[in-house]
């Protein structure tokens, strides 16, 4: 199989690794404020697919693709809001189980409910965009791919250059280092909590719209997929770094892609093996380096 071949499984495998990265990096950021597990996170994709569906497709409101993409993303700080107010507020953060059970509980409640709207089904979307395909050097690259990949890198710097250089992503930074320390200081940490819930809903309802965008589907249990992926990619990566999870969302999707080439080349199914790896990354970095590879602290209170 010739270099051209095997460079375009990493082409396609950059394509699913922005996606993995734009819903991990949200989460993580909560993870790392909080202390605890959204679980339900990984479901704002499947709220961003359907929203566009609702409101954009012609079988919902027919809004037309750009209102819709609006209000699914004004949507998204809304939910956000309500879930912080009406259940992660509300939970006592020193019982984890308690804390998991419920955001696992919205999890499944969001993920029927919409498949009862939409009859169980998968349904189609309208395109965000026109998807054209460019031939490089006989790489065939689509520009749902350039913008998927410009979007994760944009998100991602912009996030750092936010936490690292402004008043309130530093307040979210102490919070996420020590919360009872941040506490004691004067800082709001209910107030940063829920920032940092807006700003992880609002930029994983983008990587659910690319989502939705590039298969041109929404799919009410999709979130069971991106779950599975977000663990891994915020585990791997440790948990509150939002560097790492760049790194490792765009590694996982590559070698996920090339889990396909080796197949090719083997003669078996490689895609058997594309939701294993992620597990097999995570046991390995959690008995080795259990705060992640870009892990620095070990989160207290």
């Known amino acids: 199989m010739s270099l051209t071949e095997f460079l375009q499984y990493v082409i396609d495998g950059l394509g699913s690794g922005t996606l993995y990265v734009l819903v991990a990096i949200g989460f993580t950021l909560v993870f790392g404020v909080m202390?605890?597990?959204?679980?339900?996170?990984?479901?704002?994709?499947?709220?961003?697919?359907?929203?566009?569906?609702f409101l954009g497709g012609v079988e919902g409101l027919g809004w037309g693709v750009l209102a819709a993409t609006i209000s699914v993303l004004i949507g998204s700080l809304i939910i956000g809001f309500a879930m912080f107010h009406l259940i992660l507020k509300r939970l006592d953060k020193e019982i984890m189980i308690a804390f998991f059970v419920a955001t696992l509980g919205v999890s499944f409640f969001l993920e029927n409910l919409v498949a009862k709207l939409a009859d169980f089904r998968v349904r189609s979307v309208p395109a965000l965009f026109t998807t054209h395909t460019y031939v490089i050097e006989g790489l065939y690259i689509t520009n749902s791919v350039a913008v998927s990949l410009a979007a994760a890198l944009i998100i991602t710097f912009g996030l750092l250059a936010f936490l690292n250089y402004t008043e309130h992503g530093q307040l979210l930074r102490a919070v996420a280092e020590n919360a009872m320390l941040a506490k004691g200081v004067g800082i709001d940490t209910g107030r940063?909590?829920?920032?940092?819930?807006?700003?992880?809903?609002?930029?994983?309802?983008?990587?659910?719209?690319?989502?939705?965008?590039?298969?041109?589907?929404?799919?009410?249990?999709?979130?069971?997929?991106?779950?599975?992926?977000?663990?891994?990619?915020?585990?791997?990566?440790?948990?509150?770094s939002v560097g790492g999870a760049l790194v490792v969302g765009l590694f996982l999707g590559i070698a996920e892609s090339l889990s396909l080439w080796v197949g090719v080349r083997?003669?078996?199914?490689?895609?058997?093996?594309?939701?294993?790896?992620?597990?097999?990354?995570?046991?390995?970095?959690?008995?080795?380096?259990?705060?992640?590879?870009?892990?620095?602290?070990?989160?207290?209170?």
């Open 35 to 53: 202390g605890l597990m959204n679980v339900a996170h990984a479901d704002f994709y499947m709220l961003a697919a359907f929203g566009l569906f």
């Open 192 to 240: 940063m909590t829920l920032l940092a819930v807006l700003i992880g809903s609002f930029i994983a309802v983008i990587g659910g719209l690319l989502y939705a965008n590039t298969t041109s589907t929404a799919d009410p249990f999709v979130a069971n997929t991106v779950s599975l992926k977000m663990f891994a990619v915020a585990i791997v990566a440790g948990i509150g």
């Open 266 to 301: 083997g003669g078996f199914d490689g895609s058997q093996w594309q939701n294993v790896i992620g597990l097999v990354l995570m046991v390995v970095v959690l008995m080795t380096r259990p705060n992640g590879l870009f892990g620095k602290f070990e989160r207290i209170g």
